[in-house]
């Protein structure tokens, strides 16, 4: 099933369905106030966890090094804060899930992996455009030797000949 057709479908019949079954369980006023009370404590929580991911970034980028998990921590929270923004109690809970920092690890850790398992799939097996194999590679080293660093060839012109 497509993700647009759950995401710009599915996920709003489902949404109103549940609405409903809860207004009519506690009433259309005790509704609409976990609705806004939901969006309130998420907007203080994205505020919170987002600069907390800033400062972990920062720190990482100070030491020399990518911050890559926080970065994709930070779309996670950017996502959970709309996710918590729109009226609904399952994007809510997925939105709850995406500010939460051990969900959010865990879920980030799961994607991080995932896409480096498909980058690093495509890169040897040669199938993605743009990724050149190893085997097939006019310069890869002969069997039993190992190259320790990159190797870039390039050529260069001086042009302060006086």
Do not use: H, N
């Not at 969006?39 to 890559?68: H, V």
């Not at 804060?81 to 865990?106: E, H, K, N």
């Amino acid at each position: 099933m497509p993700y647009a057709l759950v995401l710009f479908i599915v996920m709003p019949i489902l949404e109103i369905a549940l609405l409903l079954r809860v207004g009519a369980a506690f009433g259309w006023l005790p509704t609409l106030f976990i609705v806004i009370t939901t969006a309130i404590l998420g907007s203080a929580m994205l505020r919170q966890q987002g600069l907390a991911t800033l400062a972990k970034a920062r720190q990482r980028m100070d030491s020399g090094e990518m911050p890559a998990q926080q970065l994709l921590e930070g779309l996670m929270i950017m996502i959970g804060g709309v996710l918590l923004l729109t009226p609904g109690f399952v994007t809510d809970a997925f939105g709850f899930l995406c500010l939460i920092p051990p969900s959010r690890q865990w879920i980030a850790a799961r994607v991080s992996a995932r896409v480096m398992t498909g980058v690093a799939g495509a890169a040897t097996s040669g199938g993605a455009p743009g990724f050149e194999s190893k085997a097939s590679s006019p310069r890869s080293p002969g069997a039993g030797t190992s190259v320790t660093g990159d190797i870039i060839d390039g050529d260069f012109k001086r042009i302060d000949d006086d």
